[in-house]
C-alpha cells in the first residue's frame, strides 16, 4: 500500500522511465472513483485516515524545489507523472495545477515529459479535457469493455458508462496513451484474455486509435488475493492483431 508526498521519487517505471511523481490527493490517504482490485495503493477503505488535497500552490513550491535540486544534482528525469494515491483529476484544482507544472518543465526540466495517468472517468468535464490535452502524455485507462466487465475489476463509483468514456476520449482525435492492466480472477470472474473482454476491448481500441497502446499486468502486491498475472508472451500474442494493423503497443510484465 503506498502512501505519496506530494512531489515523490525519482523512481523507475516500466512505462515512462525515470519518473518524477506528483500525488495531487491526501499524503496519508487515498481517493479515487474506481476501487481496483489490483491497485497497489490498496482498497480505498484502507485510505480514509487523511483527506487533505494538496493546493496548487504546494503542488507548485514542492515540484519547483524538486526540480531545482535534481538539476543540481545532475539527475535526468524523463517524466513529471501525475499519479499517487488516486484519481489524479479529482484535485478541483487539477487545471491549474497542469498550467504550473508545464510552465515548470518548461523552465527546469526541458527534455521531461508530462504524464498523466487516468482512469478517464472526467474526461468528459471540458476543464479536465482541456488540461489534459496540454500534457505530453495523456494516459486514459480503460480495462474492460462493458459496464459489467469494468465492475468486476475496477468497481467504479456509481454513474460510470464506458461508452461515455469513449465518447469523451473521441476528442483526443488518437492523441493520447491507452492503458490496459491485463490479468484473471477466478473470485471475480475476469480474464482479459477470454473473447467477450478481449473482442471488446479490441473494437474499442479501433475505433479511439490511440497513438499508442500500453498494456501491462499486475506488478506489485494487490488488495484483493488470488490475482494471476500474464506473461509477456501471452499479452503479446492477444494484441497481435492490433500490431498488425498498425497499431503501437507497448507490453510490460
Not at 69 to 85: C, K, P
Not at 187 to 216: C, K, Q
Request: glycine share 8%; with cysteine; net charge negative.
Amino acid at each position: 500500500m503506498l502512501r505519496e508526498e506530494t512531489v515523490f521519487g525519482p523512481i523507475h517505471s516500466r512505462r515512462l522511465g525515470t519518473s518524477l511523481g506528483i500525488n495531487l490527493l491526501p499524503e496519508r490517504g487515498k481517493i479515487c472513483n474506481f476501487d481496483c482490485i489490483y491497485c497497489e495503493c490498496g482498497w480505498n477503505r484502507d485510505g480514509r485516515e487523511d483527506t487533505l488535497l494538496p493546493s496548487a500552490e504546494k503542488v507548485r513550491g514542492d515540484l519547483e524545489r524538486m526540480l531545482f535540486r535534481l538539476g543540481n544534482e545532475g539527475v535526468a528525469v524523463d517524466s513529471i507523472t501525475f499519479s499517487g494515491d488516486g484519481e489524479p483529476t479529482l484535485n478541483p484544482q487539477f487545471p491549474q495545477i497542469i498550467d504550473d507544472t508545464m510552465a515548470l518543465r518548461d523552465r527546469l526540466a526541458p527534455s521531461a515529459k508530462v504524464s498523466v495517468l487516468s482512469n478517464a472517468t472526467r474526461v468528459h468535464l471540458p476543464e479536465v479535457f482541456n488540461a489534459l490535452a496540454k500534457v505530453d502524455n495523456p494516459i486514459m485507462k480503460i480495462d474492460a469493455p462493458t459496464n459489467e466487465l469494468v465492475g468486476r475489476i475496477n468497481h467504479p463509483a456509481p454513474g460510470y458508462d464506458v461508452q461515455r468514456v469513449v465518447e469523451s476520449l473521441l476528442r483526443f482525435e488518437g492523441n493520447f496513451v491507452l492503458q490496459t492492466c491485463m490479468l484473471r480472477s477466478e473470485e471475480y470472474n475476469f480474464d482479459s484474455s477470454r473473447p467477450e473482454v478481449l473482442a471488446g476491448w479490441m473494437e474499442i481500441v479501433r475505433r479511439l486509435r490511440p497513438r499508442e497502446i500500453m498494456v501491462y499486468t499486475i506488478d506489485r502486491p494487490t488488495p484483493a488475493q488470488g490475482l494471476q498475472k500474464l506473461t509477456v508472451e501471452e499479452m503479446s500474442a492477444l494484441v497481435k492483431p492490433l500490431v498488425d494493423e498498425g497499431f503501437l503497443v507497448q507490453v510490460k510484465g
